[in-house]
């Protein structure tokens, strides 16, 4: 499939393909010239990690809009088996996490003068738990699925290895954040966000024009494809309404909220960058669906790039590729970054911005351990979605929540106590011989939830 695919790409693609590259990396390179020499240590730390909090409206919203959709084939492929079904799980759920964050998030954490989230909860309750919360944080965002996702893509379109794409799409993404920071990631993000998002609506224009409406659809493909619910499950659907919870605690979020100049630009674009994706996940459902009905057959975690590229014309299957190379890179570069920060910042505490040296040995670790997770779920984009937003929402999301607006605090220790408790029922419940009938999130979620409930009437009856 991968020959095929390549052989269709002609060399108007290629130019138009290459012309978008490039104008990333001048914008990379555009940024990093903007940048301000800063007086001190500590201002260079706080430019490389948050840009130096000038993250303005505009920004913000082309950053946060580019950096979520990089697992762009996972959402394909649910759409592409499942329907409308994938809007609910991958759509609405997190809409209505991005609207609790705007509102009651984003206003409590700026409180904080943090600078990373697991710095944020060390303040909230102790140096302990946020060493924890940064291994946590290191793990949930090794952006595994996002190097799967360049590995298909970049394998699809040249019929290479899989294993040497993806390694050559992370070498690319560590030397273009070692460079200068956030601030390359910004600026890379704005060019991503343009390109991502006028491919997936070519997509979408010319297969109405190619194949027409929803007459066509209704046709083509079974009608569980129109259902929301797909005849799921309740339960292991709310299992991703808790994994859509997880926003709240996510790393990406934070650093874009902390990095923007006031908690007005933090809230608006929030609320702009939600309409913007609901137009984008409306896109690649739709377009998804137009690829099951007219090439039932395909292999449906590839399918959404083949597709595209059969009804493109030439020059427009360039800037198509573009786009999901774009939507793929933007969000594995923020990820990879934090992952980096989390051991350089937060796990060995190197807070002098003198030397990069330190952050960008992690930027390289961080991106050789990815590579090599990459081997073992390369098959699997959802089931890694699910593994690692499972333990974020199950471990962190109540105790954070907890933090900010509960008036009794909890401490150190049992926050520690708290989260590990959780991750060990998730775990024991996950290889648990018969535990088909219940989800280890919810396993986790209940020690969670029932952790801090036993402890809060201990502190009560020591007082």
């Not at 592409?80 to 964050?101: M, R, V």
């Not at 997880?246 to 990095?259: E, G």
């Not at 739709?286 to 595209?308: D, Q």
């Not at 040995?361 to 699997?380: H, R, Y």
Request: proline share 4%; net charge positive.
């Amino acid at each position: 499939m991968a020959t095929e695919v390549a052989a269709a790409i002609t060399v108007y693609d290629w130019l138009v393909f290459a012309a978008v590259m490039v104008a990333t990396f001048l914008l990379v390179v555009y940024g990093t010239r903007r940048k301000t020499h800063p007086p001190s240590a500590r201002a260079g730390l706080l430019d490389y990690m948050l840009m130096g909090r000038r993250l303005t409206l505009p920004m913000f919203i082309a950053t946060l809009a580019a950096t979520w959709y990089g697992g762009i084939f996972g959402v394909t492929q649910f759409a592409f088996e499942k329907g409308i079904y994938a809007f609910l799980i991958q759509g609405i759920f997190w809409y209505a996490a991005y609207l609790l964050f705007a509102f009651l998030i984003a206003p409590a954490m700026r409180k904080f003068k943090a600078m990373t989230l697991p710095q944020l909860v060390t303040q909230m309750f102790g140096p302990w738990s946020g060493r924890l919360s940064s291994i946590f944080n290191f793990c949930n965002v090794l952006p595994l699925v996002y190097a799967i996702s360049l590995g298909i893509f970049l394998q699809t379109i040249s019929g290479g290895d899989f294993f040497v794409c993806t390694a050559l799409g992370l070498l690319a993404i560590v030397c273009y954040s070692a460079l200068s920071g956030f601030r390359a990631i910004v600026y890379s993000d704005i060019a991503q966000f343009i390109a991502m998002y006028v491919a997936v609506a070519i997509v979408l224009i010319f297969s109405y024009l190619t194949y027409g409406g929803y007459d066509f659809l209704r046709q083509h493909l079974p009608p569980t494809h129109f259902t929301l619910f797909d005849r799921e499950p309740l339960l292991p659907t709310l299992v991703w309404g808790f994994i859509a919870l997880s926003t709240l605690v996510d790393p990406n979020f934070y650093q874009r909220v902390f990095a923007a100049r006031s908690l007005t630009v933090a809230r608006r674009g929030i609320l702009f960058t939600t309409c913007i994706w609901i137009t984008f996940d409306l896109c690649t459902v739709l377009g998804a669906m137009y690829a099951r009905a007219a090439y039932p057959e395909l292999n449906a975690a590839h399918a959404y790039l083949t597709y595209s590229l059969a009804i493109l014309p030439a020059g427009l299957k360039g800037l198509m590729l573009a786009g999901v190379c774009a939507t793929i890179l933007s969000t594995m570069d923020s990820y990879l970054f934090i992952a980096s920060t989390s051991i350089s910042f937060d796990l060995c505490g190197y807070k002098s911005g003198r030397s990069r040296w330190p952050h960008i040995l992690a930027l390289i670790f961080s991106g050789l351990l990815t590579l090599a997770l990459v081997q073992l779920f390369q098959n699997s984009i959802p089931q890694v979605w699910k593994v690692l937003g499972t333990y974020s929402a199950a471990c962190l999301l109540l105790p954070v929540l907890y933090g900010y607006f509960a008036r009794h605090k909890i401490r150190d220790w049992q926050f520690v106590t708290i989260c590990l408790a959780a991750a060990t029922g998730v775990t024991a419940w996950k290889f648990y011989p018969d535990n088909a009938w219940l989800d280890e999130l919810y396993v986790g979620i209940a020690i969670s939830a029932g952790g801090i409930a036993v402890l809060r009437l201990f502190d009560r009856a020591s007082s």
